[in-house]
């Protein structure tokens, strides 16, 4: 999808003039391709955002899943990393009622999703993403692939000239 903003742009205004308590569920059903800007690529995205008029402003509830590319930090192979999401953030509707989040409902009723949605998936991504628990890495003599071809190396005897200094520092 070419332009997350107008996905995750939602209209809330309505909601203003209901009553407090009263909720609206927007579904987002496997969109296959999101580019948030400026550097988060996500995959089967889906989820909903549960949105409730509270006396202070609208409280909203997102749950998504998606995935992103990452790399194997073993074998540095590509793989799908999945993600999951659960936040909740009002949108106050004064400067006196906001949280720590310091966001605020915007005069013409539309509120933006994808900056929150990116931060929060950003922050689910592992520092040291592994394609499973079971990876085995990287051959550390040749770098080859230890998942595709398991090996062993035989023991390198060495410059047979620097032996005498090898003996010498055993026996010491």
């Given at each position: ?51 409730t008029r509270t006396p202070q402003g609208l409280l909203v509830q997102v749950r998504m899943r998606a995935a992103t590319r990452a790399e194997c930090v073993r074998c540095l192979t590509d793989f ?93």
């Open positions: 999808m070419d332009n997350p903003r107008q996905i995750f742009r939602l209209n809330v205004g309505f909601i203003v003039n209901f009553p407090v308590g009263h909720s609206r569920d927007f579904i987002f059903e496997e969109i296959p391709f999101v580019h948030l800007q400026p550097d988060l690529d996500l995959y089967n995205l889906s989820g909903t955002a549960r949105i799908q990393l999945p993600l999951a999401i659960d936040f909740t953030e009002l949108y106050a509707f004064s400067e006196r009622t906001t949280s720590e989040s310091g966001l605020i409902l915007p005069e013409d009723g539309n509120i933006d999703l994808s900056p929150l949605i990116r931060e929060y998936m950003l922050l689910e991504i592992p520092i040291n993403a592994l394609c499973s628990q079971a990876c085995r890495g990287l051959c550390p003599v040749c770098g080859e692939s230890l998942n595709d071809n398991p090996h062993e190396h035989a023991l390198e005897t060495g410059d047979p000239r620097l032996a005498i200094l090898k003996d010498f520092l055993e026996h010491e």
